[in-house]
């Protein structure tokens, strides 16, 4: 059974689930999930192949169910990871476990970063950190150019622009930018603008996110078991590179798991991945075997 919670805090109104008992069951801390501009729906199916542990889920500030009062509407790490922080202290049991996905790994690195006795084993999917690649100047040119599609021609010509950029494979060269930008009916994006300009994902609110730079000492020096992890489907993509990149910063290879991106994914958001074998892999990390 799924318990709605909301935890008030100065700046914000962070939403979040809990499914299953606190204490959790079994001797395991909670395992939690997140990720962004994702907010908790987007776990629903990779919950329920947890049917036996307790999981937590949340929005983040400004998404979803969380609302803020801070009168900002940009997303950065630092103020996600203290949420993240806030919500396992509310919970009050103890260091979890957590899977993160896409900027949510990136919220994860940097609450192991400043806070590093809130997670035993952190599993982070594809964080999207530009600076930790060789092209880094190009990727942010990259990025760029989606923002700048998508405040000309509005929602579907950005997110097209987002999936020609984050499918492109290798590093961002002059033949990337020699594209026109793509239709998005290549896509099954509509054209139409609805004159919207407030996507976390295709704007510039978020670029906090990609421009995090890890704290490799902070990380390193964490006594949390930190596996950064990388989908099958996704090599030589962007996030794939990005994976790989951290992964050697902190001295591993990147553990690859079943599907792309959106690997944990049951239909959530139109898109679906191999959620089964997903979790399988997931179980497999947390304890370790792999």
Do not use: C, N
């Amino acid at each position: 059974m799924t318990t709605a919670q909301t935890l008030q805090t100065p700046d914000a109104d962070i939403a979040y689930d809990v499914d299953g008992p606190l204490p959790a069951a079994g001797g395991r801390p909670p395992l939690v999930m997140i990720g962004q501009p994702m907010d908790a729906t987007g776990f629903r199916t990779l919950v329920s192949h947890f049917a036996d542990r307790t999981v937590i889920t949340y929005d983040p500030r400004g998404l979803g169910r969380s609302t803020r009062k801070d009168g900002r509407d940009d997303h950065a790490p630092g103020p996600q990871a203290a949420d993240v922080h806030a919500v396992i202290e509310a919970l009050g049991a103890g260091p979890v476990e957590m899977f993160a996905s896409s900027g949510g790994a990136v919220t994860a690195l940097a609450l192991v970063a400043a806070y590093p006795g809130d997670v035993t084993t952190l599993v982070a999917h594809e964080p999207p950190l530009i600076p930790v690649l060789p092209d880094a100047e190009a990727a942010e040119r990259a990025r760029a150019g989606v923002r700048d599609v998508y405040e000309k021609k509005g929602w579907g010509a950005g997110m097209a622009a987002f999936i020609a950029m984050t499918s492109w494979q290798g590093e961002f060269t002059d033949d990337y930018f020699a594209q026109p930008a793509p239709d998005p009916a290549t896509f099954g994006m509509p054209a139409e603008d609805d004159g919207s300009r407030d996507d976390p994902l295709l704007s510039d609110r978020s670029w906090a996110v990609s421009s995090l730079r890890p704290d490799t000492d902070a990380l390193t020096a964490a006594p949390t078991r930190i596996v950064i992890a990388v989908g099958e489907e996704s090599q030589g993509t962007f996030t794939a590179r990005t994976a790989a990149a951290t992964a050697e910063l902190l001295g591993q290879r990147a553990t690859v798991f079943p599907s792309h991106h959106g690997g944990f994914l049951g239909g959530e958001f139109g898109q679906a991945g191999q959620p089964a074998a997903f979790a399988r892999k997931l179980r497999e990390v947390l304890d370790g075997a792999a």
